[in-house]
């Protein structure tokens, strides 16, 4: 039987430290034709369902368990997964669309040819629901994963309790990275788990904020991870693909219901803060959270906030929901 959403709540409550946070429960799931690999912390019967979605490219590794085991201690059941052509999920045999050339058609307002869409990896995520048994979940998505969480309460609002997007875009033209940004994403593939693990610490040291030190030694370990695991080159190429092909988001979303909070640093030179500024004001049940010094990262001493932040915003949609329901 399926939890109202308040029962999710005060169950998880009750159990949030019931599960040891080291433990992790790995496995992998269909959802069409791709299978997805995934991560659960936490209790899948009790905890409230989390789903992280992470950054172009990015494998869940990048979740820290740390960070989702904060989660966990506020009663969530965290999933973080692997996108479809990254990490040990499926990769595709399909053609990795030069960026150069996606990005020119992009700005030129010129169709963009791509494998996959923005919205087809949301139905990945929608599959992962389903497959899972949660019905609908509270979804926290990260840069490229936000754009994928807007997909998801655009076009699978009944699989959304609540959206969290963080230092993401609307997906207008007007929202461009710095060239730096750029540069530090197209990067030459590493040929050692160590160079992969010190790529990872020199793209934050761009990409990231000054308000907070880099964690060097957490983002080598993350990269050096993400190497043994598998790098996809192709993979990324196509998700900057989806991304350019996927284009402008803005009337849509102007017509989302679901409870969104928008998290974005105040020095993202990946998407500027008006970027968040603007999906705030386009989003009719939006919540707005600049973070003063924030790049686009997000360090560790900023986890307790991100995480009270999240659950405030899950406990009041929930508390909508069961409202609603109880109307």
């Known amino acids: 039987m399926r939890r109202s959403p308040a029962a999710w709540r005060d169950a ?33 019967e009790h905890g409230r369902p989390l789903v992280l979605i992470m950054g172009i490219g ?4 990048l979740w820290d368990d740390e960070l989702c085991a904060q989660f966990v201690g506020r009663g969530f059941c965290v999933v973080r997964f692997d996108h479809r052509d990254i990490g ?5 045999d399909a053609p990795a669309p030069h960026p150069g ?5 992009r700005m030129l307002g010129v169709r963009v040819a791509a494998p996959y869409s923005l919205s087809d990896m949301a139905g990945d995520v929608a599959g992962l629901i389903d497959a899972l048994g949660f019905g609908a979940a509270h979804i926290v998505g990260a840069s490229l994963g936000g754009m994928v969480g807007q997909h998801l309460a655009i076009e699978h609002p009944a699989r959304v309790r609540s959206l969290t997007s963080i230092m993401s875009s609307p997906g207008a033209r007007r929202y461009l990275p710095e060239p730096k940004a750029l540069r530090a994403l197209f990067r030459p593939l590493p040929t050692s788990a160590e160079e992969a693990g010190e ?3 020199q793209t934050f040291r761009v990409i990231g904020g000054t308000a907070w030190p880099v964690d ?5 370990r993350a990269g050096a991870l993400a190497y043994q695991r598998g790098l996809s080159p192709h993979g990324f190429l196509r998700h900057f693909a989806a991304v350019m092909a996927s284009g402008d988001r803005r009337s849509r979303l102007r017509d989302v219901q679901v409870p969104t909070l928008i998290i974005h640093g105040s020095r993202d030179p990946m998407f500027p803060l008006r970027a968040g500024r603007d999906l705030a004001r386009l989003m009719p049940h939006a919540t707005w ?39």
Do not use: C, K
Request: charged share 25%.
């Open 12 to 44: 998880g409550a009750a159990i949030g430290h019931g599960l040891p946070v080291t433990e992790i429960r790995t496995s992998r799931v269909n959802v069409g034709a791709v299978e997805l690999a995934y991560d659960l912390f936490g209790d899948i």
């Open 58 to 61: 990015a494998q869940r590794v």
């Open 88 to 92: 040990e999920s499926s990769r595709l």
């Open 101 to 105: 050339r996606a990005l020119a058609r």
């Open 199 to 201: 790529q990872a610490a």
């Open 216 to 220: 060097v030694d957490r983002l080598r």
């Open 289 to 327: 959270l600049p973070i003063a010094g924030m790049g686009h990262d997000m360090p560790s001493p900023l986890w307790p906030t991100i995480v009270a932040a999240v659950t405030r915003h899950a406990d009041r949609a929930d508390d909508r929901a069961a409202a609603r329901a109880a109307s």
